[in-house]
């Protein structure tokens, strides 16, 4: 039988989630947009922003941060593939799938950090864009991505600073208005799941929207990277920019 105390510790309970909900509230993120899903392989967050939505309010830097901080210090799990995919008027939905890590072999890189080092073809031609914190490229494999890299050379999200944090989002929404296309899905992966060790997040473009807003205005700078892996230093340069990666059918540099 329920006592006045378990009664009264009933109503404190609820006056105490009462008030962290508002407490989260008065920072801008609906709890509910915390609440991890378990999907195949991993957990989803669903926020009823979208990613512009968040940006605009100057809420992704809590967001994200908020996400990180559940996935790597209550969950504890390191080895990750992040995805952003966006649900129209109903927001985005995050994902993190971890539970294929074993499979993984972690970053194979060249003898360059591509992301750091400009002092090569490969960098040079497919950087489009210096931002104070952050760079944007064309994709290195030629694919219809464009990727987005902090300045400094970190290796996970939860490595950058609040202003960081704040100016990735606000740099890569930025670079989508001025494109002046649409996003299908971001990636970013972390641990195992990298190919690359310096942090990047991949924004991946639909085909048609690709041939018009980007393939056309940068055909130079695609047509300097294609001729990178099309002339005789072909091997060495994938060797000095990717290391003894394997490419799937995707890329644009995959075996001739
Ligand atoms: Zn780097």
Redo the contacts with the bound molecule.
């Keep these: 039988m329920a006592t006045k105390e378990d009664d009264l510790a009933d109503e404190f309970s609820k006056l105490s989630t009462k008030t962290q909900n508002e407490i989260k509230l008065s920072n801008g993120i609906d709890p509910t947009w915390l609440t991890a899903h378990s999907i195949k392989d991993g957990y989803s967050f669903w926020c009823q922003l979208t990613l512009k939505q968040l940006v605009d309010r100057q809420l992704s830097q809590t967001y994200f941060q908020e996400l990180i901080f559940i996935i790597e210090k209550e969950q504890q799990i390191y080895d990750f593939h992040m995805r952003l995919d966006p649900k129209g008027q109903n927001g985005l939905t995050v994902d993190f799938l971890y539970k294929t890590a074993a499979n993984k072999l972690g970053p194979d890189q060249g003898d360059v950090?591509i992301?750091?080092d400009m002092n090569n073809p490969l960098s040079q031609s497919s950087l489009i864009k210096k931002n104070p914190t952050t760079c944007i490229w064309l994709d290195a494999q030629l694919r219809n991505k464009l990727i987005i890299t902090p300045r400094r050379?970190i290796e996970r999200l939860s490595q950058m600073s609040e202003e960081e944090m704040t100016q990735f989002w606000q740099d890569a929404q930025a670079i989508l208005n001025e494109e002046g296309c649409n996003w299908e899905t971001m990636i970013l992966n972390h641990g195992k799941y990298r190919t690359h060790s310096?942090l990047h997040m991949k924004i991946n473009i639909g085909q048609t929207q690709w041939i018009r807003c980007i393939g056309n205005k940068y055909k130079e700078k695609i047509q300097q990277m294609q001729n990178l892996f099309a002339c005789e230093e072909r091997d060495t340069n994938i060797k000095k920019y990717f290391g003894n990666r394997k490419f799937n059918k995707w890329s644009g540099i995959k075996k001739q």
């Design positions: 950090c992301s750091c050379h310096h």
